[in-house]
């Protein structure tokens, strides 16, 4: 009843670490005792519901504590305050209860509670009979948490947290909060040191940079209509069926009038269709997590559960989802647990110590982008994380993860020199702490939301990346993702193309390389953002020779892909020829769609996608070596390539590529069956800015060989039908 003096001044000076112990209401022997702080008030009286007076309060410091006996039963309480004529009411948050309960606690020390999102965070509840916000956050070795914003002036002396037990979490309910109020966390480190205000981690939406709070929102209100799209693909294994990607910027895929953001309900108008049209099966965003910079292209995030405030209000993101869904379209994130931006509102040192990164450099910063790296070790960090995998996936009903920059998580020697990292505690490299976190991650995401796959941006050699991940503890076996980016063929691929078709010769094993691990593990083709950045050029400008053979090399190149073995995506732009390099400042060059050549490339897109799509024998085994038969592999003297493309019961599809500008006709191409192979597709038509060169439709093969027509710098397909 009685603190003493020193607690009161702790207290007001913002020193004080249990505020719940001096502030709200208490039994005492003859009824309730009431104390509170409002700053600015003259007379504090308690009222009931019906406004009559409790009892009057006295003050106590000139701050604004006033304190006193008050009729009925410690719970809720409702002050009236008075400041000459000036009166206002204020329902006291420290007279609530607890939010958070034991299990809460237990689960999250645990790391294995994987609904925190509903708990952490900030959420419109009614508690204790009253509405409000109930905000929580991590923070074990502050010595202090406040929750500030506009509703206290920024000021952190007010709307101190409650610690929560020995887990190191804070909550506090603000009666009468609603959705859309700023707000962050202060902090006081162990030491008392005041920290850079935070942004909330579990925040479902920001302020619009360079504005860095968080927001708070009420229940999610989107009417999900997708039932269909979600239960198709949770009775298909995606190996087995097509998945073409078309992989997207939000910001510069085109902008509006003013030159600002799509938000993503222009998006519904205007993404949708167009993928639609191009007859692809997914789209693949970039991140689209809240970040401040935005030549960071969203991969330094800073607000992992919250879709920016670029492209409109949170839900929009469900809107847009919902809508790609109803027009049978997949959505995938690009998702960054790789990287850890050092952003002073972030999660950098985010209570004064190491708490979400490690603390020595040699395992806790990363060299190539200037950030620190997740302590994949650490339960409550590991688990932060897996939930936040499981939070767009049902929260936002995404199709899949791309999960980037793997490599740089499996390796602790990644990008680091002799003695600037720490081997792991068999004295290798292999970093088995993030390791597990991938493995929990697919295993969580497999586990809970059928239907959905995961995807490693993954450029190195390391075993089993798209195999099963064993039981929690086991070290054999794989990081359990669905498929894996297959930067080899990539690489190799596009170094070939970039040569002058009379050098191609000497240089055959760029292709048929490929083919020697193609099905070690489940591959995406990727031709993305990071091949079209950074000096790199567009993919037109690293073919060689005139304006011609550039288009027919990129069209040969695309239906080269789209016959070899593994699921497809290619990044925005590329589908008509995008001259520049891209850059997030502007939006695509949509003027050369007037163009007939950069047309012709979308149209051949669009036919490969429909092809793809229609013929099993291209996509039914597109991870597994049934599927694949060289027909001519070693004919390097004039660049020719043929294959088989096979499904069981299916009929097989051979695709051709001549890569040198001469025809070739008639060619002798080896066929395993007799009788009429007709052509479904030639990069060298007409309707694509070709030379129109082709097979009139079709061939007879007789004996085992069919004679074919080679155009020049084109890819055929030719699909037997007996």
Same mark, same amino acid.
């Given at each position: 009843m009685?603190?003493?003096?020193?607690?009161?001044?702790?207290?007001?000076?913002?020193?004080?670490?249990?505020?719940?112990?001096?502030?709200?209401?208490?039994?005492?022997?003859?009824?309730?005792?009431?104390?509170?702080?409002?700053a600015g008030a003259e007379k504090v009286e308690a009222i009931g519901p019906d406004g009559r007076s409790l009892g009057t309060l006295e003050?106590?410091?000139?701050?604004?504590?006033?304190?006193?006996?008050?009729?009925?039963?410690?719970?809720?309480? !409702?002050?009236?305050?008075?400041?000459?004529?000036?009166?206002?009411?204020?329902?006291?948050?420290?007279?609530?209860g607890p939010v958070l309960g034991p299990l809460d606690e237990y689960l999250f020390a645990e790391g294995t509670h994987h609904r925190l999102w509903d708990r952490m965070g900030a959420h419109r509840i009614e508690h204790q009979g009253v509405e409000g916000m109930h905000f929580a956050v991590w923070a074990p070795n502050a010595s202090r948490v406040s929750l500030v914003g506009g509703f206290n002036h920024w000021d952190g002396r007010h709307h101190v947290m409650r610690r929560r037990g020995s887990v190191g979490v804070w909550e506090i309910?603000?009666?009468?909060?609603?959705?859309?109020?700023?707000?962050?966390?202060?902090?006081?480190?162990?030491?008392?040191?005041?920290?850079?205000?935070?942004?909330?981690?579990?925040?479902?939406?920001?302020?619009?940079?360079?504005?860095?709070?968080?927001? !708070?929102?009420?229940?999610?209100?989107?009417?999900?209509?997708?039932?269909? #799209?979600?239960?198709?693909w949770a009775s298909v294994d995606p190996r087995r069926v097509p998945?073409?990607?078309?992989?997207? #910027?939000?910001?510069?895929?085109?902008?509006?009038?003013?030159?600002?953001?799509?938000s993503w309900d222009q998006l519904v108008e205007r993404l949708i269709p167009y993928v639609v049209d191009l007859g692809f099966t997914h789209i693949e965003f970039m991140p689209i997590t809240e970040h401040p910079y935005d030549p960071s292209w969203g991969y330094q995030t800073t607000g992992l559960y919250a879709p920016s405030a670029r492209f409109g209000d949170h839900e929009g993101f469900a809107r847009f989802v919902d809508a790609a869904h109803q027009a049978g379209i997949g959505v995938l994130l690009d998702w960054v647990p790789a990287h850890f931006p050092l952003d002073a509102h972030g999660l950098a040192r985010f209570d004064g110590t190491a708490l979400y990164e490690h603390d020595d450099p040699r395992l806790g910063y990363h060299p190539d982008w200037n950030t620190a790296i997740y302590n994949f070790g650490r339960r409550e960090v590991s688990s932060y994380l897996v939930n936040n995998a499981l939070f767009w996936a049902e929260r936002y009903h995404i199709d899949g993860l791309r999960v980037d920059a793997v490599a740089s998580m499996l390796y602790r020697d990644y990008s680091r020199k002799a003695g600037e990292w720490i081997p792991n505690d068999q004295g290798g490299r292999e970093n088995w702490e993030a390791v597990e976190f991938l493995r929990a991650t697919n295993r969580?995401?497999?586990?809970?939301?059928?239907?959905?796959?995961?995807?490693?941006?993954?450029? !190195?050699?390391?075993?089993?990346?798209?195999?099963?991940?064993?039981?929690?503890?086991?070290?054999?076996?794989?990081?359990?993702?669905?498929?894996?980016?297959?930067?080899?063929?990539?690489?190799?691929?596009?170094?070939?193309?970039?040569?002058?078709?009379?050098?191609?010769?000497?240089?055959h094993g760029e292709i048929t390389f490929g083919l020697v691990y193609s099905f070690s593990e489940n591959f995406v083709l990727p031709l993305s953002h990071d091949e079209v950045v950074h000096g790199k050029g567009s993919l037109l400008a690293k073919m060689p020779g005139d304006d011609w053979q550039q288009f027919a090399n990129l069209r040969l190149y695309y239906a080269f892909m789209w016959g070899y073995p593994g699921k497809k995506l290619l990044f925005m732009g590329q589908e008509f020829a995008q001259r520049a390099e891209w850059s997030e400042e502007r939006a695509l060059d949509w003027g050369l769609r007037y163009s007939h050549a950069h047309e012709g490339v979308r149209n051949l897109v669009r036919d490969l996608n429909r092809v793809y799509r229609?013929?099993?024998?291209?996509?039914?085994?597109?991870?597994?070596?049934?599927?694949?038969?060289?027909?001519?592999?070693?004919?390097?003297?004039?660049?020719?390539?043929?294959?088989?493309?096979?499904?069981?019961?299916?009929?097989?599809?051979?695709?051709?590529?001549?890569?040198?500008?001469?025809?070739?006709?008639?060619?002798?191409?080896?066929?395993?069956?007799?009788?009429?192979? !007709?052509?479904v597709l030639n990069s060298d038509a007409g309707e694509y800015w070709g030379s129109g060169l082709g097979n009139l439709g079709g061939i007879e093969a007789k004996d085992g060989i069919g004679w074919v027509t080679l155009p020049p710098l084109a890819t055929i397909m030719l699909r037997f039908d007996g």
């Open positions: 009685n603190p003493p003096s020193d607690a009161i001044i702790a207290l007001v000076e913002g020193r004080h670490d249990d505020p719940f112990s001096l502030l709200g209401v208490f039994p005492g022997p003859d009824g309730a005792f009431a104390r509170t702080w409002i003050p106590v410091h000139d701050a604004g504590i006033f304190e006193g006996p008050i009729a009925g039963e410690p719970g809720p309480t !409702t002050y009236r305050a008075t400041r000459g004529e000036a009166e206002w009411q204020v329902v006291d948050p420290y007279s609530f309910f603000i009666p009468g909060l609603g959705a859309g109020e700023p707000y962050k966390f202060e902090i006081l480190s162990q030491g008392g040191a005041l920290l850079p205000q935070k942004a909330d981690p579990f925040a479902f939406a920001a302020e619009l940079r360079p504005r860095t709070a968080s927001l !708070t929102t009420g229940p999610f209100q989107h009417q999900w209509q997708d039932g269909g #799209h979600r239960e198709h998945i073409s990607i078309y992989e997207v #910027h939000a910001g510069s895929w085109d902008k509006d009038e003013n030159g600002w953001f799509l969580a995401v497999y586990g809970e939301h059928p239907g959905i796959f995961t995807v490693a941006e993954e450029s !190195t050699s390391w075993p089993g990346v798209s195999q099963p991940a064993p039981p929690p503890g086991e070290r054999n076996g794989g990081l359990g993702f669905g498929f894996k980016w297959n930067m080899g063929w990539m690489h190799d691929t596009l170094q070939y193309m970039a040569r002058e078709p009379i050098y191609r010769q000497h240089h229609e013929t099993p024998a291209l996509h039914a085994r597109d991870c597994e070596g049934e599927g694949f038969e060289w027909l001519v592999a070693d004919d390097s003297a004039n660049s020719v390539f043929a294959w088989l493309r096979k499904a069981p019961g299916e009929p097989p599809v051979a695709v051709i590529t001549n890569m040198t500008p001469i025809a070739r006709a008639p060619y002798r191409l080896p066929l395993p069956h007799d009788g009429r192979w !007709t052509e």
